[in-house]
């Protein structure tokens, strides 16, 4: 009686059981050491990517980001608009520099990008910021409304949010199946970690991140003298806008279902906070 012979399909099954095998043992030593601590709120986060490889990573995605507009002149285009926009950043930053001192260092931006019909704002790690004219124009903002995106993003960015998108992008091979994807394109010269932070800014933030970002965003705002009341204001004019055509920032800034009772109960706690800030003086932080 002749021994079976071995089926070559079993032993190529076998083969690839322990290449998974494998890859799931070296993820899971990469993911291990991989938590961190949220540096405002203490939150256990996901970490593949340090803050500071997600900082330089970002600076090129950044640049990358707004170089079509650039190139065609809608980068910060209105001086009325830039300097509107500007002012308020650099107020709000030199109180999230209180929060964070080292974020000092950062090379801190906020562009402004002339697209009538975008209603919406980003932010990347070490504080490169955007923000569209359509959400300005669209939801007729007033400062105090500004100032609660601008404290929002802020937020985002002192939080390190960027850099556990970016690890989520990895961690999930995003980035990897985007950068095969757009291979074969010669004017793509971006690193596997810029691609992750170009990614990152499209990926929805959970709702936790966006509750951390509401909480730390308000505050910043009324430490910065601009009217608490002001978070819902905004809020329910983003919805509005909704019911006719969706904001892209709500894509990627998911509406936690008690944003609007939290953003009323979080005010009346700021109202001392905005007081006490509209009597001193308001310090501002260098913002490009
Ligand atoms: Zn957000």
Redesign the pocket.
Same mark, same amino acid.
């Given at each position: 009686m002749k021994n079976p012979q071995p089926n070559p399909r079993h032993a190529a099954l076998y083969r690839a059981y322990w290449r998974i095998a494998l890859v799931l043992l070296t993820s899971l030593t990469l993911l291990l050491p991989a938590c961190a601590t949220n540096p405002v709120t203490g939150r256990s986060q996901l970490m593949l990517v340090s803050e500071s490889a997600a900082i330089s990573a970002s600076r090129q995605a950044y640049v990358e980001m707004l170089t079509p507009a650039r190139k065609e002149g809608r980068i910060d285009s209105d001086p009325r608009t830039k300097r509107r926009v500007q002012a308020i950043t650099q107020r709000v930053v030199a109180q999230a520099v209180r929060y964070r001192p080292e974020t000092a260092d950062w090379d801190w931006e906020m562009s402004v990008i002339d697209e009538p019909d975008t209603i919406n704002a980003f932010a990347m790690a070490g504080g490169k910021m955007a923000i569209y004219t359509g959400i300005i124009d669209q939801l007729e903002l007033t400062d105090d409304e500004l100032a609660q995106i601008i404290g929002?993003?802020i937020? !985002?960015a002192l939080s390190a949010?960027s850099a556990e998108k970016m690890s989520v992008a990895l961690a999930s091979n995003i980035a990897l199946a985007t950068f095969a994807a757009t291979g074969e394109r010669s004017d793509v010269a971006l690193t596997g970690a810029a691609l992750a932070a170009i990614i990152a800014v499209q990926l929805p933030?959970s709702r936790q991140?966006?509750a951390e970002?509401?909480r730390i965003?308000i505050e910043l705002a009324a430490r910065a003298g601009y009217h608490p009341d002001a978070a819902a204001s905004l809020w329910s004019k983003m919805a509005a806008k909704a019911s006719t055509r969706q904001p892209v920032?709500l894509s990627? !800034?998911p509406a936690p279902q008690s944003r609007q009772r939290d953003l009323a109960a979080l005010a009346s706690q700021m109202q001392p906070l905005y007081e006490q800030a509209r009597r001193g003086p308001l310090p501002t932080h260098p913002v490009r």
């Open positions: 929002h993003e937020a !985002h949010h933030n991140m966006e970002a509401d965003g920032f990627t !800034h």
